[in-house]
């Protein structure tokens, strides 16, 4: 049961994620990789089956960061429809549902990188600002992390436009 929840469905690909809403002092905990450095993406990743998303959450911040963090909230449910950048996707429409928790985060919290993406490129952390001017997804990080509330919101984003 270690395989990912990521089924091909027609010409594209279903995808079910997790996404961690690491904070403190007014950043937010973003990681890159080497191979495109262009953009950040959320610490998370995909659910394996046979695993909750708040399971699949707890491993995926443990892999990035080396820090075994809990949950403190679900924040966001995010539908996305977007094309595949990696060597195993690349073009291919991906209909992705992600759930980000937010996490509790401890005074020493001291997190250090040593993951790579599914095609081998190394990743990199960076704890950034909703402000700073750095493309990051998901985009909607910018505004809802700059005042964050007690909610659960639902957000949608249609790449295929």
Request: aromatic share 16%.
């Amino acid at each position: 049961m270690n395989h990912d929840m990521s089924v091909p469905c027609e010409d594209g690909i279903i995808n079910l994620r997790v996404g961690a809403v690491i904070m403190r002092g007014g950043r937010f905990l973003m990681v890159g990789n080497k191979k495109r450095p262009e953009y950040l993406y959320s610490v998370g990743g995909r659910i394996k089956f046979g695993e909750t998303a708040e399971e699949a959450v707890i491993r995926e911040v443990f892999e990035e960061t080396g820090c075994k963090l809990g949950i403190e909230r679900l924040g966001f449910v995010h539908e996305n429809y977007f094309y595949g950048d990696a060597k195993t996707n690349f073009g291919k429409l991906i209909y992705e549902i992600s759930f980000f928790y937010y996490m509790k985060v401890p005074d020493d919290f001291e997190p250090e990188c040593q993951s790579f993406t599914e095609d081998d490129c190394e990743e990199f952390l960076r704890w950034i600002t909703p402000d700073e001017p750095v493309k990051y997804f998901p985009e909607f990080f910018r505004t809802e992390l700059a005042s964050p509330s007690d909610n659960v919101k639902y957000f949608i984003t249609d790449g295929r436009k």
